[in-house]
């Protein structure tokens, strides 16, 4: 993928460490050609980043809460100080109270439900809506990060699956919505990954273990293979691509039962 993406430039949101789904494919876009930002939230993950971002020729970072209006006009005024236009963003951002992420969905909380569906949909049209003006003249690629727990069961998930299936909805409308500016907005649905965020979900070294277990490509997706398949929806190929919902879950999600083996 040398030079797919050589002379553009873009956002990217939600690199927690160097296992996190956002910096694989910041990797893959950095080899590709591109030239990146990045944003953070909080002097911790700063400095987490602070060093990933020097590996790949980036002195740009931005601290940015997706929950505060001020902090994402400041962060979004800095960036078109840098750049008048960019290419494309990238949203890996997700956030669910940890303690409502085992047991029942049924006893989700108010507050962790506005919480989880501010933090992990509608601030992929927040920001979406202030990219906008970056890209409406020469078009671009908004990306953002789901998992299939939108549309099926996974224990424990709860909440989240109902915040990536907004998330998923989003992704279509503001497709619509962008497509006559030659904006693309796509997600990419990877399998279970061993992130941070990952982590944080009740059962989940099960999870990986079952779905690499019976995954038709017999095991989970790499973060090498995620960021491939974003380099491929940010570069010229991609251009007619939108609206998608990207599995690279390495088969999973035809399955209608595990494998012989293990059932």
Do not use: C
């Amino acid at each position: 993928m040398t030079n797919q993406l050589s002379g553009k430039r873009g956002l990217i949101m939600g690199v927690a460490n160097e296992r996190s789904i956002a910096w694989g494919i910041a990797k893959a876009m950095h080899e590709a050609g591109a030239e990146l930002a990045f944003t953070y939230q909080g002097d911790a993950f700063g400095k987490r980043l602070e060093p990933l971002a020097a590996s790949v020729d980036s002195d740009f970072m931005l601290d940015v809460d997706v929950t505060d209006d001020a902090s994402l006009d400041a962060a979004f005024a800095a960036l078109a100080d840098k750049w008048p236009t960019i290419d494309f963003v990238v949203h890996a951002i997700a956030f669910s109270d940890k303690s409502e992420l085992t047991g029942r969905f049924l006893d989700t909380s108010r507050s962790n439900f506005k919480n989880s569906l501010d933090i992990s949909a509608y601030s992929f049209i927040d920001v979406a809506r202030r990219a906008h003006p970056l890209m409406k003249d020469n078009g671009g690629t908004l990306l953002t990060v789901t998992y299939q727990g939108s549309n099926r069961v996974v224990p424990n998930y709860n909440v989240m699956g109902v915040a990536k299936a907004a998330l998923e909805a989003a992704t279509r409308y503001l497709a619509n919505d962008l497509g006559p500016d030659g904006i693309r907005v796509n997600a990419i649905s990877p399998g279970p990954m061993k992130t941070l965020a990952g982590a944080a979900i009740g059962g989940a070294r099960k999870t990986y273990r079952f779905t690499e277990q019976n995954t038709p490509m017999r095991s989970n997706a790499t973060l090498a293979a995620v960021g491939g398949t974003a380099v491929y929806l940010a570069s010229d190929a991609g251009t007619y691509t939108t609206g998608e919902i990207i599995r690279v879950d390495g088969g999973f999600h035809v399955l209608g039962m595990p494998q012989q083996d293990f059932m």
